[in-house]
């Protein structure tokens, strides 16, 4: 009998997208997938960095904006994942009250929860950005 407990925990999550995705949402899914999928690097987080910063640059838009719009769409991974401004924004919106307009969404604060679980086989010393 397999012991749940000392399973491992996957690392990260790809996004998926919505039924109810907008245009510009899709425009961003798609370009990231192809993005990482595209990449022959073997460290995930670095692979997942890389491809918000190349859909970021190839939509024109910027690396917060292709994250936050990915983890609306179910993107989990890693801090060091994620531009250093949305990191910061999000850890800077943890303190302001649910009931504020511009608090965080569900998913940002799934996105925390995956945060705080610590995601394990990574080495926290590693920043990319």
Do not use: C
Not at 87 to 101: L, M, T
């Amino acid at each position: 009998m397999k012991n749940i407990a000392s399973a491992p925990r996957q690392s990260f999550l790809l996004p998926s997208l919505p039924p109810s995705a907008g245009t510009l949402t899709r425009h961003f899914y798609t370009q990231f997938m192809h993005e990482f999928q595209s990449q022959r690097e073997t460290d995930s987080y670095f692979r997942i960095y890389t491809a918000i910063e190349k859909t970021a640059a190839k939509t024109g838009n910027t690396p917060e904006v292709v994250a936050r719009a990915l983890v609306e769409s179910g993107l989990r991974a890693a801090k060091e994942s994620f531009p250093g401004k949305f990191v910061a924004n999000i850890e800077g919106s943890r303190v302001s009250p649910r009931w504020n307009i511009g608090g965080m969404t569900p998913q940002q604060r799934e996105l925390i929860s995956f945060w705080s679980q610590n995601v394990t086989g990574y080495k926290q010393g590693r920043r990319y950005h």
